[in-house]
């Protein structure tokens, strides 16, 4: 018998990235792989890369040069391995790849992720493998299911991607390029994937895509679904304790989206919103075709329908022709909004959008500055959010044991960690907590109640709070 051989993958960028490395372990899986967590040990390395920003983008060469040095060393031990670059930069860049780093055997784009095995064996001959085409085929029905074993190593906490690609074309963004025209998953499939997930531990599920409210999936009945109508119909499966969905655009909020929040307890109350700017003639020249008005009053009928519910955003401070003025207005707007959380980048060029072409740059230094007041708005909202779960009592899903021996760390329904000592025979159980103090982003706290018993176990668990 052949021994397994051995793979090694790095994933940058966004949860869409994260999604796809799991499943290409799970096709490469099927093939004879198993993965190890050092890429020196390696047969196959995987660099499943992100183009939103030149910083990320960079990273990926820098790592390739690493792994050409590991690639030497392993020829000298009369091992092969491959390198394989996958993600946003192999879809933007393709043959260049190659071009700048020889030492690459494999380029994949995202939507060719099933191709993966044939694309080995091709490098293995010695002929091109690279792919950047966006097949008429959808991936997600030719990639491999993950076993029993990977869902339960991996946690009460699950992402399945919906939906993929964006049309939307923000003049800033490469992600319509990279990853294409939207598409969306039909409903069976996700509803199957995520009873498969349930059956084996997954509590929270987390529905993800570049544009996810944008999603209109096929159901059975040949009816279209809304990204709303698909959460009615995930909090029906059983096990599902808790729903996420990102990242949404102000845009394609619809009434279905308000209504599930409104309706389904397992929905949770959180969502994350990206605006960019706060100024109507930056948001005109990003074409993101809604004003700070819009965005008020999307935020707005979430909170009709759910009061407690909490948003975080993106921004990106330094865009072209940005003006003290402009950027005056995005902090006005985080200040009416009141942030749980947010993140925020210093606007980066990328080849092929419409706005690397935009002449009047903001200068780096008055980039740095901006950046710096708006996350320290950011940062005092986010810390009066987390101060005022002190003397509360919230529900925290438990995930896994801490570092400290005997705590376990777990979520509240805004993704704040909150830590517990707690046996660990309630992670994947949704708990109440009484938060007693912060530690930095970190809530500390205590369980408060009697827990259910798990199924399986021999014994009630109680606990006493107090
Ligand atoms: N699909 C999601 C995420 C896009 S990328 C969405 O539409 O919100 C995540 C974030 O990266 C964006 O929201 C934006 O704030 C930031 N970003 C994208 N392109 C950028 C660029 N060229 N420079 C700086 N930040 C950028
Ligand atoms: Fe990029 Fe805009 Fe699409 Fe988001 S909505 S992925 S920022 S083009
Ligand atoms: Fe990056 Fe591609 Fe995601 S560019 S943010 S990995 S969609």
Redesign the pocket.
């Known amino acids: 018998m052949t021994p397994p051989r051995k793979l090694h993958i790095k994933s940058?960028?966004?949860q869409?990235?994260v999604y796809d490395a799991q499943r290409m372990v799970d096709t490469l899986g099927a093939e004879g792989f198993v993965e190890t967590a050092e890429a020196g040990d390696a047969d196959l390395v995987i660099l499943n890369?992100?183009?939103?920003r030149e910083k990320?983008s960079e990273k990926v060469y820098s790592e390739l040069g690493r792994l050409r040095v590991a690639k030497e060393e392993a020829a000298r031990q009369g091992r092969a391995m491959q390198i394989a670059v996958a993600?946003?930069v192999a879809q933007a860049e393709g043959a260049e790849i190659v071009t700048r780093a020889p030492t690459v055997d494999v380029v994949v784009g995202?939507q060719s992720y099933h191709h993966l095995p044939e694309l080995l064996a091709r490098a293995g001959r010695g002929e091109p493998a690279i792919e950047t085409e966006f097949p008429a085929e959808d991936k997600f029905g030719f990639l491999a299911r993950p076993s029993r074993e990977a869902i339960r190593a991996r946690g009460v906490s699950a992402f399945v991607t919906v939906q993929e690609g964006c049309d939307k074309f923000c003049t800033f963004c490469?992600?319509p390029y990279?990853?294409g025209s939207e598409m969306s998953r039909p409903v069976a499939r996700i509803l199957d994937e995520v009873t498969r997930l349930t059956e084996n531990g997954v509590r929270e599920i987390t529905l993800i895509g570049?544009n996810v409210n944008a999603y209109h999936g096929e159901a059975p009945d040949g009816s279209t679904w809304t990204l709303g109508r698909l959460l009615y119909g995930i909090a029906e499966i059983p096990g599902v304790a808790r729903i996420r969905y990102s990242t949404s655009h102000p845009n394609d909020v619809d009434d279905s989206l308000i209504a599930a929040h409104r309706d389904l307890a397992s929905v949770m109350p959180f969502v994350h919103l990206p605006v960019q700017s706060g100024s109507d003639r930056i948001l005109g020249l990003m074409n993101r075709k809604h004003g700070a008005s819009d965005y008020r009053k999307v935020v707005d009928r979430f909170r009709a329908a759910r009061p407690d519910i909490a948003f975080s955003s993106d921004f990106i401070v330094g865009f072209p022709g940005e003006t003290e003025e402009d950027f005056r207005a995005t902090l006005a707007l985080i200040a009416q909004i009141g942030y749980a959380a947010a993140y925020s980048f210093k606007y980066s060029p990328r080849p092929g959008t419409p706005a690397a072409d935009m002449q009047e740059m903001v200068s780096a230094t008055e980039m740095d500055e901006r950046l710096e007041r708006l996350q320290s708005l950011i940062d005092s909202q986010q810390a009066a959010f987390n101060k005022a779960a002190i003397g509360t009592v919230v529900d925290v899903l438990f995930e896994r044991a801490a570092r400290k021996p005997g705590q376990l760390v777990g979520r509240t329904a805004y993704l704040q960690p909150a830590h517990v000592m707690a046996p660990d025979n309630i992670i994947g159980q949704v708990l109440p907590v009484r938060i007693d103090s912060l530690e930095r982003y970190s809530l500390l706290g205590e369980l408060v109640a009697t827990a259910a018993p798990v199924a399986g176990a021999a014994t009630p668990l109680v606990f006493i709070g107090g």
Do not use: D, E, F
């Open positions: 940058y960028g966004c869409m990235n890369t992100c183009h939103i990320a993600g946003c995202p490469v992600v990279t990853r570049q």
